[in-house]
């Protein structure tokens, strides 16, 4: 397809368990972003990867927390040891980062995660 | 520290009404956009404003960039129920050129009801 996709589109695990989330970007998109939104809330930044640069991981909540984009295409979004707290959708955009542009981004349908 | 503020948070309005919502920075920004997401799935772009005290106009909603490129408004007239969701603003930094990630306000929840 054209846009963003993400699998699983749900997820319900349990309280320790680890979990891999993963995004396919629009092809020739050299930014991707990761975002967790809880319910009723707005996008809460995770992760940003821009080409071969060093990934902006300041959003990450914890150490539990990691992710990995191979070269310009998928990404996978891990949580170990998930904790009820970390039930959210979380979400993956993309975007031609470019000097000229305006960074729009296009987003993913996201994952809902449970964690009971 | 966020560095968009979106007011209301929360707004529940009746079907043909009008409203604006606002989006806030001590920052200067190079652009802005505005995103509406629906639920259960992910926000679509709307708008990118550029220029300072640039008005975009598309159908019923009216975007506005502030003179000094730190503040922006959403104008919504006549309400529909179609137009329930989440919107959110985004920022875009830019230092010399080199492109920046964008930063996103903490959204305004509309509801619009018959």
């Known amino acids: 397809g054209a846009g963003v996709s993400q699998s699983p589109s749900n997820k319900v695990t349990e309280k320790g368990k680890d979990v891999e989330l993963r995004c396919d970007p629009i092809?020739?998109?050299?930014?991707l972003y990761w975002y967790r939104q809880r319910l009723g809330q707005g996008l809460e930044f995770l992760i940003y990867?821009?080409?071969?640069?060093?990934?902006?991981k300041s959003g990450l909540p914890s150490d539990r927390f990691s992710a990995e984009r191979t070269g310009e295409s998928v990404s996978t979004l891990t949580i170990q040891r998930t904790q009820q707290e970390d039930s959210a959708v979380y979400l993956c955009?993309?975007?031609?980062?470019?000097?000229?542009?305006?960074?729009?981004?296009?987003f993913g349908p996201g994952t809902r995660l449970t964690v009971l | 520290t966020q560095l968009l503020e979106q007011s209301p948070q929360f707004l529940s309005i009746q079907e043909g009404e009008n409203l604006t919502v606002y989006c806030n920075s001590s920052?200067?920004?190079?652009?802005l956009q505005w995103y509406r997401q629906e639920p259960g799935e992910g926000p679509v772009l709307l708008v990118t404003?550029?220029?300072?005290?640039e008005v975009k106009k598309l159908k019923r909603l009216t975007f506005q960039f502030g003179d000094a490129r730190k503040d922006s408004s959403l104008h919504i007239t006549a309400a529909q129920p179609g137009d329930t969701g989440l919107y959110l603003c985004?920022?875009?930094?830019?230092?010399?050129?080199?492109?920046?990630?964008?930063?996103f306000g903490t959204g305004t929840r509309l509801q619009v009801t018959l």
């Open positions: 955009a993309s975007s031609i980062d470019l000097s000229y542009s305006y960074n729009e981004q296009f």
């Open positions: 092809s020739g998109h050299t930014a």
């Open positions: 990867f821009q080409g071969n640069s060093a990934p902006d």
């Open positions: 920052s200067v920004f190079s652009s």
């Open positions: 404003v550029v220029t300072g005290g």
């Open positions: 985004a920022g875009l930094l830019r230092y010399a050129g080199t492109a920046s990630k964008l930063t």
